[in-house]
């Protein structure tokens, strides 16, 4: 990858001071026997060398265990985590705490990288210091690719640029749009990563955004580069199978996170995360219709949840303008009209299975 007439060969990265990895890419691991060594391979196959590769094998029940301890054996720049299972967000945190690199890459590990995605990232690093990098990614349906880019100005954003353009959408705007959430697809410094990470581990809706919005919110540059790299596999199966019920403490969790990690009395956050936590709210509600009992039972639940705090006081005060669906969503929940929404998530159901 050539950014402008600058290169970065491995050969100057080693003459500049490459002691500790410059990247230590996380890799949780789930569950995904038949995805995990095009992973790996494509790990290993990159053209920038100065990385480690931490896998953390969250308790999974298949071989991916001996898959990792293989892997580990043939190169030493991996390291294996053998835990029992504890999620998305634990397995990380896992990761994270072993990593000696100055940045960290997170990789889910039925996704794959291009061989270029670490010297993408490196190149710009060494030219600009920067401390977060988002670039795009190819999503992958079977046989089917398609580029996905962040949609934002490419190029470097000092803090200043930052809260001016990024910031107004860092959580969720009016319009219900919001700047990328997943840690994937994108490098942060470690001293700034470490530090963002939801304490509470069993989150498992929106617990990438939860750690990305507080560690954009503290670093003081961030690039955007269209270039995509990162291969994201939507698995229908596996989004059939994830049609049960979430767990409804998810969006109360991370509000408060979030509200101890950003100082809500600047620009517009408070106002923001009222929208982000009932648009969550919203899918952890339409998720209780998955549940086999009663209708009338299931709303009742629902309108007890509904009435706890935080989500009391964000669904009354959140507002939406210039989205239909979000305005729609708001009046269900305000107004405890509950039909619609268990009607919405059978269509929701039928649309997974085709």
């Known amino acids: 990858m050539i950014i402008g007439l600058f290169w970065i060969t491995d050969s100057r990265m080693n003459s500049i001071d490459r002691q500790a990895p410059l990247f230590s ?68 945190q896992a990761g994270v705490e072993v990593a000696t690199g100055e940045y960290v890459v997170c990789v889910d590990g039925d996704d794959w990288i291009g061989t270029e995605y670490l010297r993408l990232f490196a190149n710009l690093i060494y030219r600009y210091k ?55 697809g994108k490098t942060f410094k470690k001293s700034i990563y470490y530090h963002q990470q939801l304490v509470v581990p069993f989150v ?17 540059s ?35 996170h979030l509200l101890k990690q950003l100082d809500m009395d ?20 339409k998720s209780q219709f998955y549940k086999r009992q009663n209708f009338l039972i299931t709303r009742r639940e629902i309108v007890a949840l509904v009435q706890q705090e935080p989500y009391k006081e964000c669904v009354e005060k959140c507002a939406f303008n210039g989205s239909m669906a979000a305005t729609l969503m708001v009046l269900c929940m305000r107004y405890y009209l509950f039909l619609p929404v268990y009607l919405f998530s059978k269509l929701c159901l039928i649309a997974k299975k085709l």
């Open 25 to 92: 890419i996380v890799v949780p691991i789930y569950g995904v026997e038949a995805y995990l060594p095009k992973c790996l391979d494509s790990i290993l196959s990159q053209s920038f060398s100065y990385f480690e590769t931490i896998l953390v094998d969250d308790g999974s029940k298949d071989r991916c265990p001996q898959i990792c301890d293989e892997y580990a054996a043939k190169d030493n720049r991996i390291k294996v985590v053998h835990k029992v299972n504890g999620g998305l967000v634990s397995a990380r």
């Open 130 to 184: 920067v401390d977060v990098i988002v670039c795009g990614h190819k999503n992958v349906r079977g046989e089917e690719i398609e580029d996905q880019v962040s949609g934002w100005k490419t190029g470097l954003y000092n803090r200043q640029q930052m809260e001016k353009e990024i910031f107004p959408s860092l959580i969720q705007t009016k319009q219900a749009t919001y700047f990328p959430p997943t840690l994937w």
């Open 204 to 220: 498992n809706m929106g617990e990438d955004g939860a750690c990305t919005i507080p560690a954009i919110y503290h670093a003081d």
């Open 222 to 256: 961030l690039y955007v580069s269209d270039t995509c790299e990162y291969f994201y596999r939507i698995n229908q199966a596996s989004m059939t199978n994830s049609c049960k019920p979430l767990n409804t403490d998810g969006p109360r969790i991370i509000h408060y």
């Open 266 to 285: 600047k620009f517009d956050f408070r106002e923001q995360l009222y929208r982000k936590t009932v648009h969550e709210l919203f899918s952890v509600v």
